[in-house]
C-alpha cells in the first residue's frame, strides 16, 4: 500500500486524518517564490510555525512532516524551529544540486529524517548522487514545478514520457524509497482519473503520494461530520482500489498505462 500524505495546518483536521490512517500529516510552510514560479491555480499554503505546534499536538500515530523553505538566509532558524516544534521530518523544496542537500543535511544534523523534494530539472540531473547518499531513504517526485522546468503543459504528461520512469528507476538502483506527485479519490468521473494515477504508481514502484485538495477537503461540506464522513469513504474506496492493483498482473499495468498515456496526449492537445 502506498503512503498517503495530507495536508492541513488545522488540528482537528489533522486529528481526523489520523484517526482514518492516513500515514503522513502534513504542514507546508512552503512560499518563498511559489506564486512566482506557479502563477496557475495551484495549492499556496501560507502556514507557520505556530501551526506547526498546534497540529503536532492532534498528530498521534501518522509520522509528522513539515516542509520548509528552499534554502535561504534563514533556513537554519527555521529548520531548527520546525525540529523544535515537534516534526518527525522535514521536507525540502527546490534544490537543484548535491551542494544543496549536503547543506540541508548539515543543518538538520540528524535530528530528524527528511525528505528531498525533487522538482528541478537540475535535481533530476544529480537524482543519482543525492540518492546515493546517507541520510536519504527516500525522494519525493513534485510534478507541478518539474512540468515547469520542463515547459510542458500538463503536469501528468511526465507519467508518459519517460521522465518519471527514467527517475524511478535511478531511485530504485539506490536502494531508496520514492513517491510521485499528488491523487485525489477512486470513483470520479473526471479526464484522468484517480484509478489511472494509482496504477501508474504500482507500475513503477512508488511508494508514496500526496492526497491532492481533489480528494477532501472540509470546505467542500455543510457540516464538520459530513467531511469526516467522506474522508473516511474516500480512503477506504482507495485503499480498495490499492488491494485490487495488488493483485494485477504486469500486463494490466501496460494496457492501463496504454490507456493513462491516450487520455494524457488528449487533455495535452
Excluded at 534563514?74 to 523544535?84: G, M, T
Excluded at 477537503?217 to 469513504?233: G, L, N, V
Amino acid at each position: 500500500m502506498l503512503k498517503y500524505f495530507y495536508i492541513t495546518n488545522e488540528p482537528e483536521v489533522a486529528a481526523v486524518a489520523d484517526l482514518i490512517g492516513i500515514d503522513r500529516v502534513f504542514v507546508d510552510l512552503e512560499h518563498i517564490g511559489k506564486a512566482e514560479r506557479q502563477p496557475m491555480d495551484t495549492v499556496k499554503n501560507y502556514h507557520t510555525v505556530d501551526d506547526v505546534k498546534a497540529v503536532r499536538k492532534a498528530v498521534n500515530n501518522a509520522e509528522f512532516l513539515v516542509r520548509i523553505n528552499p534554502l535561504y538566509e534563514e533556513s537554519k532558524a527555521e529548520i531548527d524551529a520546525v525540529v523544535n516544534a515537534g516534526a518527525d521530518r522535514i521536507m525540502l523544496p527546490m534544490w537543484r544540486a548535491v551542494d544543496d542537500i549536503e547543506r540541508f543535511l548539515a543543518l538538520v544534523n540528524g535530528r530528524v529524517k527528511v525528505v528531498p523534494l525533487l522538482e528541478t530539472d537540475e535535481a533530476a540531473n544529480c537524482c543519482e548522487a543525492v540518492a546515493a547518499m546517507n541520510g536519504i531513504d527516500e525522494i519525493h517526485i513534485g510534478l507541478n514545478d518539474l512540468k515547469i522546468s520542463q515547459n510542458k503543459r500538463f503536469l501528468f504528461e511526465l507519467f508518459v514520457d519517460g521522465t518519471v520512469d527514467r527517475l524511478a528507476e535511478i531511485i530504485k538502483k539506490k536502494g531508496k524509497r520514492f513517491g510521485v506527485g499528488g491523487v485525489g479519490s477512486v470513483g470520479k468521473k473526471i479526464d484522468l482519473p484517480a484509478e489511472n494515477i494509482f496504477a501508474e504508481h504500482y507500475r513503477i514502484g512508488s511508494e508514496m503520494v500526496i492526497l491532492s485538495r481533489a480528494f477532501c477537503k472540509p470546505d467542500d461540506f455543510k457540516s464538520f461530520d459530513e467531511f469526516k464522513a467522506a474522508m473516511a469513504e474516500r480512503y477506504t474506496a482507495n485503499r480498495k482500489y490499492e488491494e485490487f492493483l495488488a493483485s494485477q498482473p504486469r500486463e494490466f499495468f501496460t494496457e492501463k498505462h496504454n490507456e493513462t498515456t491516450r487520455i494524457i496526449n488528449r487533455i495535452v492537445k
